[in-house]
């Protein structure tokens, strides 16, 4: 506190950070050792002859780093080129055996129908071939829609590379367009020719869409067989009002249209999940309760309250 007769002291403001670098954006050794330099000159002599020799050797030893590397580099690069080129053979060559493989299976198939139909009335081999087309595991043709989604634009961020891939369409978007088909009473819908059945499924894999764990690309077809004017239901339903919300907002393609006379394959394979009852064990002899059961106490239930 102070009295009339004093004077209050006087308050220092020291400068903030940004203040003070703008002021003076060169850091102080730098303008010293200009100084000196002007001062000194440029090093003359033994101190000249070592300051250029420490540099040349600094060079070499870098070059010769570098040559090392490459080297190496080149060494190992035989290696990797014959583990690619064998990796890339074995791919191929899984391929062709999954074709032969399908092939096979499709040449049993035929067999099967053939001894089927011979051993079975006709009126059985109609009701099979019915369930069967109902189920997926026939081929099957007929009119109906075809609905058809593309990806959008997907920029690249030039700075992180990442790619914006809020366009694009997703697992969802197919479920969706699927799921409003079944609702307006399609009897049969394929993805890109991947036949669906009770038992399918459209997950996301990354970027990657799988239909039954089959990878599918845009644009993607979704054909239906069912009732007349499928495609206009379609179009005027819920579904169809989404996707031309996602046209307009993010760039991306959708058309539904008829379908007439197409045939949609039959899906390759149906996993099934079946569940047998368990019997339990006969009872022993001598006793009134299942085997595994446990009777009742009156003692422990009066212990146990």
């Known amino acids: 506190m102070t009295t009339p007769d004093e004077t209050p002291p006087k308050r220092v403001f020291t400068p903030d950070f940004l203040t003070e670098l703008f002021r003076n954006p060169l850091e102080p050794g730098y303008a010293a050792a200009a100084a000196r330099k002007a001062v000194e000159g440029q090093p003359t002599g033994p101190r000249r002859h070592l300051t250029s020799g420490v540099l040349a ?10 040559v090392v590397a490459y080297q190496q580099t080149m060494a190992d690069e035989p290696a990797r080129t014959t583990a690619r080129a064998s990796l890339v053979e074995q791919v191929q060559k ?25 051993e079975l ?11 069967e087309a109902a189920t997926g595991l026939a081929a099957v043709t007929g009119s109906g829609a075809k609905v058809t989604l593309v990806d959008g634009p997907t920029p690249i961020n030039a700075v992180t590379g990442e790619r914006n891939t809020v366009a694009r369409v997703k697992d969802t978007d197919l479920q969706l367009a699927t799921n409003a088909l079944w609702s ?43 009732p007349d004017d ?55 002899s001598g006793s009134s309760f299942p ?15």
Do not use: C, W
């Open 121 to 131: 009335g006709g009126a059985t081999v109609a009701k099979l071939r019915d369930l």
């Open 57 to 66: 050797l600094t060079l070499v030893a870098l070059g010769f780093l570098l």
């Open 184 to 226: 307006l009473g399609a009897e049969a819908i394929a993805i890109n020719g991947q036949r669906l059945t009770a038992t399918s499924t459209i997950r996301q894999a990354g970027e990657a869409i799988l239909v039954d764990f089959r990878p599918v690309s845009s644009p993607y077809e979704v054909i239906a067989i069912g």
């Open 230 to 284: 499928l495609d206009k239901d379609f179009e005027d339903g819920y579904a169809g009002h989404f996707f031309k919300q996602l046209v307009s907002k993010y760039g991306m393609s959708f058309n539904a249209r008829e379908a007439k006379n197409v045939t949609l394959a039959a899906a390759t394979e149906l996993k099934l999940r079946v569940a047998v009852p368990s019997t339990p064990p006969p009872a022993p």
């Open 94 to 118: 899984r391929r062709d055996e999954t074709v032969q493989l399908q092939t096979r299976a499709e040449q049993l198939t035929d067999e099967v129908n053939e001894l089927r139909e011979r």
């Open 291 to 305: 085997s595994g059961s446990v009777s009742a106490d009156p003692k422990a239930s009066e212990g146990g309250r």
